[in-house]
């Protein structure tokens, strides 16, 4: 690329019509026009799938607020069913020991509605009891539904090289020199790559560890091999890319309006999307985010409903 400038620069050609990097040391040969599409540097690696099945993973669904909260309104509501059947002389409650009635506080909700174990006097109780087990199934339900979301989450990984010496590039780009200034590479052993199916048969073989290329070529790859490979970033900001023409050039206030009218229109996204095969919404990944726990917020409403319910 740096041919093509000095190209321009000598009056050998206008302009450079293309894929040129905006970057300070072509500044000095030739003149851009505004940028027609951002330019970051990505790293493209294999991914990894990862199951988040650990010992602990029947737990993430809720937050550590929330069980807390759970088993704090457990207590709460065997205690308000104690009180209110100790009222009105229910037998099971005030014959029984001491050491028995810490035991039906937690107990007796559960065992009075399921396996008729005790037997229900007041009606206030019926009321809190009959609350508290539809708080109970709902939550219950969600809980289901996000263990489930939890073991079955298949979460794409990035494997990250351990060194920098052995990776790829796209040859004729100024990611060579970046490599050597930004990683201390010796450069031996840095790979140059033309085509995306180059791309993918050095990383699925393993020739090298992870390629660096600029933002819409990352695209252009995981757009055809997104499944096993990820990108990773970005590494470096880019000033984007653009046309180049000669310094003091006629055109270049001309193109770069149009260009500007072009990236400010849908006619921009149509055309990444009709030949460089880029989606609009999400990109290429298939990374999926992990769940997220639920919070005691989402259940304070229906709880404090439940606490007060028995006055």
């Known amino acids: 690329m740096i041919f093509a400038c000095k190209k321009v620069r000598s009056t050998t050609c206008e302009a450079v019509a293309g894929d040129v990097t905006v970057r300070a040391s072509r500044a000095q040969f030739i003149d851009f026009t505004s940028p027609y599409m951002s330019s970051e540097v990505y790293m493209l690696v294999r991914a990894s799938h990862e199951w988040n099945q650990t010992l602990w993973t029947f737990l993430k669904p809720f937050t550590w607020r ?15 069913i104690a009180v209110l059947e100790y009222r009105v002389k229910n037998t099971k409650f005030k014959d029984s020991p001491i050491h028995q009635k810490v035991v039906m506080v937690i107990w007796f909700p559960i065992s009075a509605f399921f396996f008729h174990e ?23 339900q969600i809980f289901t ?21 052995n990776v790829g590039y796209q040859d004729g780009s100024f990611l060579k020199d970046f490599l050597i200034q930004k990683f ?8 140059p790559l033309n085509t995306v199916e180059e ?10 560890n992870a390629i660096f290329d600029e ?17 990773f970033g970005p590494i470096n900001q880019e000033s984007g890319i653009a046309f180049a023409f000669a310094h003091g050039s006629s055109l270049l206030q001309i193109f770069s309006r149009a260009v500007t009218n072009v990236t400010e229109s849908d006619i921009m996204m149509e055309m990444k999307k009709k030949y460089l095969g880029f989606r609009v919404l999400g990109g290429s990944q298939s990374n999926q985010a992990l769940p997220q726990s639920l919070d005691f917020l989402i259940f304070r409403a229906r709880a404090l409903f439940c606490f007060f319910s028995h006055e």
């Open 199 to 208: 791309y993918e048969n050095v990383l699925s073989n393993d020739r090298v």
């Open 184 to 191: 201390n590479c010796s450069g031996t052993k840095l790979m």
């Open 145 to 165: 539904a996000t263990l489930s979301a939890w073991l079955t989450l298949d979460q794409m990984r990035p494997k990250l090289p351990s060194s920098y010496e």
């Open 118 to 140: 005790g037997k229900i006097v007041n009606k206030n109780t019926k009321v809190v009891l009959v609350m508290w087990l539809s708080m109970i199934f709902i939550i219950v």
């Open 66 to 80: 929330l069980w807390i909260a759970i088993v704090g309104m457990c207590v709460y509501i065997g205690l308000a």
């Open 215 to 231: 933002l819409p070529y990352v695209e252009l790859f995981l757009a055809k091999y997104g499944t096993n490979y990820m990108k």
